[in-house]
């Protein structure tokens, strides 16, 4: 497979590092957040203007988007999270949890799962926004959170190079997982076989199944400097990875084979690390951010 690549858009308006991109129930619109404390609404039927959402007063590291309810979780750092209603775009409730960094917010059926800084798990009810249990796995960071529901299992990846797994239900300790050299990033579930892909600072990508007590399937190089983010295409064919190289790169699910290569040298591409990636099924259109406070919009077309 060959894939050629043409950038449609690069989007401003963030004043700071962006660090988070998230989906929405349409699949034209998305948002954004980022070290200003804007949290952005973009639509790609018409990109070029976004429409301020909200206004933080800290940075914004981690957005999450329910479908179901139409709102998006933000994480504050260094206070708590907030819910957003996306329609009347004001803001319903908010709960103070940590003093710390908020790297990622996953959900599952009413609960919301925070991932903070100093290590610890946060859960959360989601109808009274109020705090059920707080798991402390680590003194390192909680950098990434996967949810399968299909398993009842909630991946999580740390500063100190494991991935733990545990019970959505109950918060037991499955696995403790020694996956990497250096922290782990992102951690993604293939919704087809259900390996769970990581991705670090040792700039390894590797993939686990989940099925086989998470033994090691694929283990490969795969950028110059560390993996911040992992999308999976909506045909769940190919993923993409974003790294502190500057680069995005295309993969193929099965194989992990390279198949393109998205730089500033050769498709005018991010100038600093890429934060975040997001494979939309708006016209099968790649979103990447990056230190460069920008947003790019790629379009990929398959010889």
């Not at 991109?21 to 349409?26: D, K, M, R, Y």
């Not at 100093?118 to 990434?144: C, E, P, Q």
């Not at 992990?256 to 600093?272: C, E, N, P, W, Y």
């Amino acid at each position: 497979m060959e894939i050629n690549v043409h950038k449609l858009y690069t989007l401003d308006g963030h004043r700071d590092c962006v660090y988070g991109l998230e989906g929405s129930h349409s699949n034209s619109i998305f948002y954004s957040a980022a070290g200003d404390g804007m949290i952005v609404e973009w639509d790609l039927h018409a990109p070029e203007t976004g429409k301020l959402l909200a206004q933080m007063k800290n940075s914004v590291y981690s957005i999450h988007f329910r479908k179901d309810k139409n709102l998006l979780i933000a994480g504050q750092n260094y206070e708590g999270i907030h819910l957003i209603d996306a329609k009347s775009k004001s803001e319903l409730g908010s709960l103070e949890i940590s003093d710390s960094q908020l790297f990622d917010i996953k959900s599952h059926k009413e609960k919301i799962f925070v991932g903070s800084g100093d290590g610890t798990l946060y859960v959360i009810d989601f109808d009274n926004l109020a705090l059920i249990k707080k798991i402390k796995l680590s003194d390192k960071s909680i950098r990434s959170l996967a949810v399968n529901e299909q398993l009842g299992e909630i991946a999580v990846g740390l500063s100190d190079n494991s991935i733990r797994i545990l019970d959505l239900d109950n918060y037991v300790q499955k696995y403790r997982i020694n996956a990497h050299k250096l922290s782990v990033f992102s951690v993604i579930y293939n919704p087809t076989n259900n390996h769970l892909i990581s991705a670090s600072r040792d700039a390894h990508l590797k993939s686990w199944n989940s099925l086989e007590h998470y033994s090691l399937v694929h283990s490969i190089p795969a950028h110059m400097y560390a993996i911040n983010s992992i999308s999976i295409s909506p045909d769940r064919e190919l993923f993409v990875t974003g790294s502190m190289d500057k680069s995005v790169k295309v993969w193929k699910m099965d194989t992990f084979q390279l198949l393109k290569v998205i730089d500033r040298s050769r498709h005018a591409g991010h100038a600093t690390s890429v934060n975040k990636v997001l494979w939309t099924d708006f016209g099968n259109q790649i979103l990447s951010c990056s230190d460069d406070k920008k947003i790019s919009v790629w379009d990929l077309s398959y010889i």
